[in-house]
């Protein structure tokens, strides 16, 4: 199982976006996988497509959280488990660096804009499709 996931974390590195389905609806994702990619984030960007966001892929199902560091774009984030289910979606404000947790263990994480998951109407225990082949 382990040997199956660093081979589809290489393809998403490779392949370095993705189109998701968030209880339906499409979102277009940048991925970040590897330590340095999940560090930086949306950091230091001003401005993010509409109908785009990005995927953090962790190592391992934990708990996890996230700050706004360096960071101009107000947010949502969505964490989802391992059953590819949203536990909580919570707005971030930027620049704040007090953390937001998952509320439960992640496998990934999704930011968009601020409101994206909210003005779809999307919600904790909504499906998110295409994380896993």
Not at 25 to 32: D, G
Not at 37 to 54: A, C, Y
Not at 79 to 94: A, R
Request: charged fraction near 25%; glycine fraction near 8%.
């Amino acid at each position: 199982m382990k040997l199956l996931f660093e081979n589809w974390r290489q393809y998403l590195k490779e392949s370095s976006s993705l189109s998701l389905k968030v209880a339906g609806i499409p979102l277009n994702v940048e991925i970040a996988s590897d330590k340095e990619s999940i560090k930086r984030g949306l950091m230091h960007r001003d401005e993010l497509d509409s109908e785009s966001g990005m995927l953090f892929i962790f190592p391992e199902p934990a708990q996890q959280s996230f700050w706004m560091k360096n960071t101009n774009i107000p947010l949502s984030i969505a964490y989802v488990d391992e059953n590819n289910k949203i536990l909580n979606i919570e707005d971030m404000t930027p620049h704040d660096t007090n953390g937001i947790s998952s509320q439960g263990k992640a496998k990934c994480a999704i930011e968009a804009n601020q409101g994206w998951f909210k003005s779809k109407g999307i919600k904790s225990g909504d499906d998110v499709e295409g994380i896993t082949g």
